[in-house]
């Protein structure tokens, strides 16, 4: 997981400068495991951060996914791309009815990057990998409006 101060390290090194709204975007992506697209982050920092852009928002993570540092997930169901903080090995599962993104830790991921890093002869600097289907509160709900 990253924390916000390499995050900030990271986008010194591209050059970028440290704003307090660049600053306020790592520290709420070091400190959120929820996934967010660029508008979730813009709509919750924007109340104590009045000067922040959504431009600006979008560009930060843009750079950050550029380096590495952050991963696109990609768009949930909803059309919007999505960012993952945590660059560790895991498992994105996405719910397509409500855009609920959570992270299921796999033991066998190790097994799988070895092999692939076996197979391939790329050198690996990180895996996304994701399972999309209905998470358990639309289960319940999908089923409570069938008359079940
Ligand atoms: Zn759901």
Known sequence: MNTVQNLIDILKQAGMRITPQRRAICA????NDNHPTAAMIYDD????MPSLSL????????????????????????????YDADTEPHIN????????????????????????????????????????????????KAESSSGH
């Open 28 to 31: 709420y992506l070091a400190e």
């Open 45 to 48: 920092l924007k109340a104590e």
């Open 55 to 82: 431009m600006t928002v979008y560009n930060t993570l843009n750079t950050l996914a550029n380096l590495g540092a952050i991963h696109v997930i990609g768009q949930a169901g909803d059309d919007t791309v999505h």
């Open 93 to 140: 599962v996405i719910c397509i009815n409500c855009q609920k993104i959570v992270d299921v830790p796999s033991e066998h991921l190790v097994e799988i990057r070895q092999d692939i890093d076996r197979q391939s002869g790329y050198r690996l600097i990180g895996s996304r990998l994701s399972f999309y289907g209905l998470c358990p509160d639309c289960q319940a």
